[in-house]
T-cell receptor
Framework: EDQVTQSPEALRLQEGESSSLNCSYT??????LFWYRQDPGKGPEFLFT???AGEEKEKERLKATLTKKESFLHITAPKPEDSATYLC???????????FGAGTTVTVRA | DGGITQSPKYLFRKEGQNVTLSCEQN?????MYWYRQDPGQGLRLIYY???????QKGDIAEGYSVSREKKESFPLTVTSAQKNPTAFYLC?????????????FGSGTRLTVV
């Protein structure tokens, strides 16, 4: 069974203070690893897909990286609008089900 | 614009009552999913459907039922057999052709038992 563990559960940052979120996963044959952003009371919003170890993707202040066992979401010089819960999910080789971690809630103070 | 519409946004259920959550998509996606989200837990899969008139149980299907009579629609019924239905429910869809974008999610329905 696919497993996804995210750490830390919560992260409080000062504006401009860079940090990283961790997503450890176990899956038999990774088809894709996904990062989503979720604002309170809303559905998750797609950020990145990573397919193979060594791959990196960037979007504004966010950068996602992937190894064979974990993925990191780096937030560089965060702003208050980056406050959200960040979800990690993996897709195994069979069909299109995703298995999700519990998320990391990031709060950025001005 | 294409997307997924969930309704209602908020729903209150009395003990012993069945309620139905609506999910409609105009993305022409084949596969649709229902997830449940509780505080401190990852999204848990309730049911999914990859084609019309076919659906499969997810990890926590007990107390829930679905139908897929049209490609665009995948309603979820929370039955009285679901003992702890208070949660945030998310509907999602995916296109096998555009699978690299993962799911497209609706905005969710928050169900509360009163």
């Amino acid at each position: 069974e696919d497993q996804v563990t995210q750490s830390p559960e919560a992260l409080r940052l000062q504006e401009g203070e860079s940090s990283s979120l961790n997503c450890s996963y176990t899956v038999s044959g990774l088809r894709g690893l996904f990062w989503y952003r979720q604002d309170p009371g809303k559905g998750p919003e797609f950020l990145f897909t990573l397919y193979s170890a060594g791959e990196e993707k960037e979007k504004e202040r966010l950068k996602a990286t992937l190894t064979k066992k974990e993925s990191f979401l780096h937030i560089t010089a965060p702003k208050p609008e980056d406050s959200a819960t960040y979800l990690c999910a993996v897709q195994g080789p069979n069909d299109y089900k995703l298995s999700f971690g519990a998320g990391t809630t990031v709060t950025v103070r001005a | 614009d294409g997307g997924i519409t969930q309704s209602p946004k908020y729903l209150f259920r009395k003990e012993g009552q069945n309620v139905t959550l609506s999910c409609e998509q105009n993305l022409n996606h084949d596969a649709m999913y229902w997830y449940r989200q509780d505080p401190g837990q990852g999204l848990r899969l309730i049911y999914y459907s990859q084609i019309v008139n076919d659906f499969q149980k997810g990890d926590i299907a007990e107390g829930y039922s679905v139908s897929r009579e049209k490609k665009e629609s995948f309603p979820l019924t929370v039955t009285s057999a679901q003992k702890n239905p208070t949660a945030f429910y998310l509907c999602a869809s995916i296109s096998p052709i555009q699978g690299n974008y993962g799911y497209t999610f609706g905005s969710g329905t928050r169900l509360t038992v009163v």
